[in-house]
């Protein structure tokens, strides 16, 4: 007698209606399946896709309900396949194949959609990647910050369409009216973007908040297209800045968020106020003073990212920015770890760097009779003379780190 378990070869007289009497009424469960499927699908590939999960002939409950006799369906078909050797065009085969390919399409569809409200997919079925899309979606993005959340950057946006929309020939001149058109981006009331030290978030007056977590975000991270200034943090989220700039900087910062030591700094919660950072002008050369309580460094205008890819180790193609913004983020790293990325950021910059004893703080005049007209700190640097330009908080802190550094006699001027 044979084993039951081993495949067998198709009878001489096998009839399509065999397999489906066979499957005990599970064809009937995968034809419904596939007009769900198909229907759930175009519910979600739309503009409207949000108000189409609740909108519609059928509940997420009710379709996540049958799932599970769904997937017990296929894998009756798959195994009643294998044993009696059904040939590859049996119809009941040929159903449970499309119904498969559809369920994987609206799972992917489902895992996308998440990643546009700011939730990072996980590897999980269809019913539950269906239910948190439910739970996650009719929720309103919340423009302040969370507890603990740290904002890095803010600036004009204006809302960039799904990338599917938009997406044409690439060597076809772009049209004056299209979504992504230059001009657009000058529009008024455009609205903001910010990225905290956790999303990346846009609002307007006339538009909710859209956000998308920055652990949903793929390997290349934020997107840049220099000729349109569109960053894309994905599919579903993407916006246009005025300036070019910002495109740098945004897509710079993001990146450097992303980098895993500063991310658990951030999320750490602790900033050290012992450097001060501000503009400063080296033999006519502009750039960026970092003052510490043991050293002085500068790094020239425009080497940002030269700076980023010290730090992190990546590689990036953006315009020349200054490392400023950079430099200001790492505050939030400890001394030591601060001390190793400056470490790099200079030998990749070429910056210069001064001991507290090659620096000398030459006193402001006292003008009498007129106001007083440069307030610029005076910084002798061996035979060189660094002029800085700090203010606000940044004054502040430099004033207290300069009490430890010498100084040059005041000169005193009189009219």
Known sequence: MSDPSLPRG?????????????????AEVLAAARQSLAEWEKRLSGWGWRRGLTRGPESIS???????????SLARVRRRATLDA???????????????????????LARRRLRALGVAPRDEPLATALTRLATV?????????HAGE?????????WSPHAEAVRGDPGRRMSLFEPRAPWRRWLPGSGRMRLTSERLLWRSAFAEPRSTHLDSMGDEGLRLVP???????????????????????????????????????????????????FPARLGGVPGHCILGPEQLCFIS???????????????????????????????WLPDEAFDSALDRVLTATHGRRWSRSEVFRVERPVMRGMTLLDRALRLECGHET??????????????????????????????
């Not at 009710?62 to 017990?72: D, I, S």
């Not at 100084?407 to 001027?413: A, G, Y």
């Open 86 to 108: 059904w040939p590859e065009e049996t119809p009941v085969l040929r159903l449970a194949r499309e119904v498969a390919a559809r369920r994987d399409r609206l799972r992917a």
């Open 150 to 158: 740290v904002l890095v950057f803010e600036a004009e946006a204006r």
């Open 62 to 72: 009710t379709f996540v309900a049958g799932m599970e006799a769904l997937e017990e």
């Open 386 to 415: 660094l002029w800085g330009y700090p203010k606000e908080s940044q004054e502040v802190v430099a004033e207290g780190l300069l009490l430890g550094y010498p100084r040059r006699p005041r000169r005193i001027w009189s009219r």
């Open 10 to 26: 198709p009878a001489k007289d096998f009839q399509p209606s065999d397999a489906e009497r066979q499957l005990e009424g599970r």
């Open 301 to 331: 205008r425009g080497t940002g990212p030269h700076a980023l890819g010290a730090i992190t180790g990546g590689a990036m193609e953006l315009a020349t920015f200054d490392v400023d913004r950079l430099v200001d983020l790492l505050r």
């Open 137 to 145: 979606a009719g929720q309103t993005p919340r423009w302040e910050l």
């Open 227 to 277: 000729d349109t200034l569109e960053l894309r943090a994905n599919e579903d989220w993407g916006v246009l800045v005025r300036r070019p700039a910002d495109a740098s900087n945004l897509a710079a910062l993001v990146e450097l968020v992303r980098w895993a030591p500063l991310r658990q700094a951030l999320r750490a919660g602790r900033r050290s106020e012992r450097r001060a950072l």
